[in-house]
């Protein structure tokens, strides 16, 4: 069965720096695309990017190109998305997703849990 | 990008009434190599991350009740759930994948009069 567990809920304060997690199990880690969608409180799916473990190519969507960093390490079967300097209008709930398709670009079968960032001073 | 908009933005049904969905994209998302339409359809309970429902328009993902369908092709698609249960209260979201960045509708809201 595949699974995606995402790490846990963040507080943290404008300007600092922010690591988040999602570790893949259940599948061959690195023959599949993982990508982060952000959702604002209320507010609709945003893709931020995706990346493919086994050789870390990686897309960015232009909006959040520079903002964030997305990466992997496939000898723990985790990808990570990461900020260096929080924002307040960084605060919503990160889902991982994951596909097996050749291509970046495809629907997500397979969804984490979803990790909650709070940017507030 | 391509624009997703999707209509109305929240219905209220009765149970068993019929409930339509619909998502525009700006441009056309159909690939005529393999005349496949890259668009799939989601569904958001409250506190739940999504879950797909359909995929290549009509697809309906495995383990799926046969209540949800899509269809549609080119820039017009439409999700109907023929007869609405309680346990389909959530929201909607179409999402196109033919070009990037991926992008998704603003949601439909899915409630039971």
């Known amino acids: 069965e595949v699974q995606l567990v995402q790490s846990g809920a963040e507080v943290k304060k404008p300007g600092e720096s922010l690591k988040i997690s999602c570790k893949g199990s259940g599948y061959s880690f690195t023959s599949y695309w993982i990508g982060w969608v952000r959702q604002m409180p209320g507010k609709g799916l945003e893709w931020m990017g995706i990346i493919y473990p086994g050789d870390s190519d990686t897309r960015y969507s232009p909006s959040f190109q520079g903002q964030v960093t997305i990466s992997a390490d496939k000898s723990i079967s985790t990808a990570y998305l990461q900020w260096s300097s929080l924002k307040a209008s960084d605060t919503a709930m990160y889902y991982c997703a994951s596909h097996g398709s050749s291509s970046s670009l495809h629907y997500f079968d397979y969804w984490g849990q979803g990790t909650l960032v709070t940017v507030s001073s | 990008d391509t624009v997703m908009t999707q209509s109305p933005a929240s219905l209220a049904v009765s149970l068993g009434e019929r409930a339509t969905i619909n998502c525009k994209s700006s441009?056309?998302?159909?690939?005529?190599?393999?005349?496949?339409?890259?668009l799939a359809w989601y569904q958001q309970k409250p506190g739940q991350p999504p879950k797909l429902l359909i995929y290549w328009a009509s697809t309906r993902e495995s383990g799926v009740p046969d209540r949800f369908s899509g269809s549609g092709s080119g820039t017009d698609f439409t999700l109907t759930i023929s007869s609405p249960q309680a346990e389909d209260v959530a929201v909607y979201y179409c999402?196109?994948?033919?070009?990037?960045?991926?992008?998704f509708g603003q949601g439909t809201k899915v409630e039971i009069k």
């Open positions: 999402q196109q994948y033919y070009s990037t960045p991926v992008t």
């Open positions: 441009q056309s998302i159909i690939d005529r190599s393999d005349n496949k339409n890259y």
